[in-house]
């Protein structure tokens, strides 16, 4: 390491000296004339990077106006450091200060930085107070199902139990349907159109209508709105099942 | 570390800062303080982080978390055609602490008069309570529950989760506890084969408690899910949002039943009217498919409602299958069998059968007095002459009936798939006495179920292809697929031209010809070809250890229609009073049952009427 440092000063000055001569030139040219006596010097003591950083320090120098600025242009990009000076070449020098402060500074970064926590902060609490809402929703939904599954079950209950074959009976048996005393007979007609009777057909005989009228058979089970008002005139045919009792469940 | 690092540059300031600071002393004390607590922090932080990390936590679950489960639904039964037979619902029984609710209540009132004190509360509560659930609950059983003096007590029967909800809603000192329900929409129909099943405390669910709900329980019961949730300590508050769900609940399978609901419903209540006219002590009877052995209905006289709180004490067997009898001439059909199928007789061989038969020590005579009448072998069955029975199985030799009594399933269960079927009782070949080959082919000195019965004469109407009847017919799982239950094997019994003469012979018993009468004439059906043959066993007097002259079995097994067998029907009677028609056979209920399954079932009308048989020769 103490080699390269004592030669530095030797490249510096021929830097130096370098610069000075191609004073005005164009980058490009400064650079090639740069690179050329890079390559005729490090054959004495300069490695070619040594010399590289050297040619570099030289061009920053040319670039910048201010002194204290040096140190923040070495942490910018290379392209940002080879257009630079042609654009402000172009304005006046104290708008340049400006604007080259506004460019190197950090409040770019900075908002930046503020404008994504500010836009995660929100975002954060839309979501989580959309989570919110949505949960109270979910709630609410998850009532209404179960208040529609019981209701569901209710009815599939109803609809089980009147749709059993003793509920059915009694039903037939009150709207004053009367089963045939024997097997009903058959028709049975021959291909020339004559007709047989098999079987003697029998008439179904209605009862007697009882003379007081029998109260509704109603079960304390039966949810009241299942409690059907008393018929008529009720036929009670046969001594049908009853709806099971829901509370024999 | 830290102390290594700050050392250098302490030192190099401490002329500065011993000015301001004081001594350097304090400076050092101070830090080796701080380093000394955030090494302590440290310490415990490890411990409590990673050394007991695991039993801190899981004490903190324990304090926390409840573990409660998710109850399964638990299946339905459905019968062959989808009609609900059993199913579960939920239900909420509403319970109250009234001497709480008494202390609290009062104390509310003794704070705030204008509050209710507990009396004028609970009549509130009462109120409300039948308000919303009406009849269910009269207000008087509600104040009843609430006015008793203790510290638990159940507000009436179940009520549905909708009712319990705005009660407890309203008022947060009544509860509510989740039950399952089982109902059953038929109540005592199909009973004997279903069971029952109903809620069980110590298991916190339904559970099968009779017949298939019993033995199907694991089937139908599914598995309870689990959840987690967090608590309040100390109460069963849920803190909102901690409800987890470990594992759903699987609901339980459904099964569907071979059984006809309307059917049953038809053969329960004809029978139980038969053998009630008949003064029978019970009756059993069956329909079978004629083809795949599928039982329509399985019924017994008496049965039980498993929706009502009390079951039985009558009706919660089903001796349809679990109680054997001996079968009498419906026996006689296993000669028969044998003897066409050897080729000993035919329908029409003439046999000169005396008055009685004397079989080794024991002297056999027929129902009615004869001398000596020649009969065909069809008339031997359709008058059912024990006598001539007794003669073909002479000729048929016992070894051989011995087979055929095995083949026809007899002396082993059927495999139906109902808890606590008999198989009856054969005695084993090397057992018999000279006697014993007297009594079997008349049915007597041998046992059989109505379903094994019924079984012999599906083979005769499957053409000799017995098919061990079956009564659960798929499980439905819970995702929907339908498993049917695998077909039993079936058992060639005869060969099928044998069954078909048997089955022909057989339709004399119902024939009702001048002079030519069969015993069981009121067992036919206009329109239809009917095939039968009815039975009378002797039962055994407890007393003497003999056959009784006085109770009898009365049995009939048929099929409808004979020309192209539909169903098979067998049919049992125990100990009916003698002197009604109902007592002497069981056609009378054949034909009835018969009729209903050709009207159901639209059964084509027989080509004709069977051709007259001459079963005993002028």
Redesign the interface.
């Known amino acids: 390491m103490t080699a390269p440092a004592r030669a530095n000063k030797a490249a510096a000055r021929t830097g130096t000296a370098g610069k000075t001569a191609n004073s005005g030139a164009a980058t490009g040219t400064r650079e090639d004339t740069a690179k050329k006596k890079t390559a005729t010097k490090t054959r004495g003591s300069r490695t070619a990077a040594a010399e590289r950083a050297y040619t570099r320090r030289e061009e920053r120098r040319d670039r910048a106006e201010t002194p204290e600025r040096r140190p923040r242009t070495q942490r910018s990009a290379a392209e940002q450091r080879q257009s630079r000076p042609l654009r402000l070449n172009a304005v006046r020098p104290k708008a340049r200060q400006l604007q080259a402060k506004v460019v190197t500074s950090r409040v770019p970064m900075v908002v930046g930085v503020m404008a994504l926590l500010g836009g995660g902060l929100v975002a954060t609490l839309s979501l989580s107070i959309a989570t919110v809402g949505n949960?109270y929703r979910l709630q609410e939904s998850g009532k209404q199902v179960?208040?529609l599954n019981?209701?569901r079950?209710?009815l599939?209950?109803e609809v089980?139990?009147m749709?059993?074959?003793?509920?059915l009976?009694r039903k037939a048996a009150e709207l004053g349907m009367v089963p045939p005393p024997?097997?009903?007979?058959?028709l049975?007609v021959h291909p020339d159109g004559r007709v047989d009777v098999?079987?003697?057909p029998q008439e179904a005989v209605a009862p007697k209508p009882p003379a007081p009228p029998a109260p509704p058979a109603t079960s304390?089970?039966?949810?009241?709105q299942q409690?059907r008002p008393p018929e008529p005139h009720p036929v009670p045919q046969r001594q049908a099942?009853?709806i099971?009792?829901?509370?024999?469940? | 570390m830290v102390r290594r690092g700050t050392r250098p540059a302490a030192g190099r300031r401490r002329t500065a800062r011993t000015d301001v600071a004081g001594s350097s002393r304090r400076l050092v004390i101070g830090r080796l303080l701080l380093v000394i607590a955030l090494v302590l922090a440290g310490g415990r932080l490890l411990q409590v982080q990673g050394f007991e990390a695991q039993r801190l936590s899981a004490e903190a679950a324990k304090q926390r978390t409840t573990v409660s489960s998710i109850p399964a639904e638990r299946g339905s039964f459905t019968d062959r055609s989808g009609n609900v037979l059993a199913f579960s619902s939920e239900a909420r029984q509403l319970y109250a602490t009234p001497k709480r609710l008494t202390t609290e209540q009062n104390k509310e009132h003794a704070k705030d008069p204008s509050k209710p004190d507990a009396v004028q509360y609970k009549r509130e509560i009462a109120r409300y309570i039948h308000q919303v659930a009406g009849d269910r609950i009269p207000e008087q059983d509600a104040l009843k529950a609430l006015f008793t003096d203790t510290t638990y007590v159940k507000i009436g029967p179940l009520v549905d989760p909708a009712v319990a909800r705005k009660v407890t809603e309203k008022y947060s000192q009544i509860g509510e506890e989740y039950r399952a329900t089982r109902e059953y929409p038929a109540g005592p129909i199909g009973a004997n084969v279903l069971g029952g099943a109903r809620w069980s405390e110590d298991l916190g669910k339904v559970s099968g408690r009779l017949g298939l709900e019993s033995s199907l329980d694991k089937v139908l019961a599914g598995t309870d899910g689990k959840k987690v949730s967090d608590t309040a300590m100390g109460s069963d508050l849920v803190i909102p949002g901690t409800e987890r769900q470990v594992a759903p609940a699987v609901p339980g399978s459904d099964v569907e039943l071979t059984l006809d609901s309307d059917l049953q419903f038809m053969v329960q209540n004809k029978l139980t009217d038969y053998a009630r006219k008949a003064g029978a002590r019970s009756a059993s009877a069956v329909v079978l498919d004629a083809h795949t052995g599928e039982v329509y209905s399985l019924a017994n006289d008496k049965s039980f409602d498993p929706n009502s709180d009390s079951w039985g004490p009558e009706g919660l067997g089903n001796p349809a299958v679990t109680n054997p009898y001996e079968p009498g001439s419906v026996n006689k059909v296993i000669t028969a069998a044998g003897a066409i199928e050897n080729g000993i007789v035919k329908p029409d061989s003439v046999l000169q059968v005396p008055g009685s038969i004397k079989v080794a020590d024991r002297t056999v005579g027929d129902a009615w007095e004869h001398g000596t009448v020649p009969l065909t072998f069809t008339g031997i069955l359709g008058k059912s002459s024990n006598v001539g029975t007794l003669m073909v199985a002479q000729q048929l030799g016992p070894d051989r009936f011995n087979d055929m009594v095995r083949r026809f399933g007899l002396g082993q269960p059927t495999g139906i798939g109902l808890p606590g079927e008999s198989g009856g009782v054969v005695p084993p070949r090397k057992d018999w006495s000279g006697t014993t080959f007297a009594n079997l082919p008349i049915g007597q000195g041998l046992s059989m179920t109505v379903l094994q019965m019924a079984g012999m004469y599906q083979a005769i109407a499957n053409d000799g292809v017995r098919v061990p009847p079956r009564v659960i017919s798929a499980e439905i799982r819970p995702d929907g697929t339908r498993v049917p239950q695998p077909r039993p094997q079936g058992v060639r019994v005869v060969s099928p031209q044998t069954a078909h003469t048997v089955k022909d012979m057989l339709r004399a018993v119902v024939q009702d010809a001048p002079h030519q009468e069969g015993t069981g004439k009121d067992a036919a059906l206009a329109g239809y070809q009917i095939s039968g043959k009815t039975g009378t066993a002797q039962q055994i007097n407890p007393v003497c250890k003999c056959y009784s002259q006085s109770t009898y079995w009365i049995t009939f097994a048929g099929m409808v229609p004979a020309d192209n067998p539909r169903f098979v029907v067998g049919l049992m009677l125990d100990a009916p009073e003698s002197g009604t028609k109902e007592a002497h056979s069981a056609a009378p209920l054949f034909h009835d049952i018969a009729a209903y399954l050709a009207q159901r079932y639209q059964i084509p009308l027989s080509p004709g009427p069977a051709p007259v048989q001459t079963l005993q020769v002028r």
């Open positions: 949960s179960t208040a019981e209701q079950e209710t599939v209950r089980s139990n749709d059993s074959t003793p509920a009976q024997g097997p009903p007979a058959h049975l098999i079987g003697q304390p089970a039966v949810p009241p409690v099942a009853t099971p009792a829901v509370e024999g469940r």
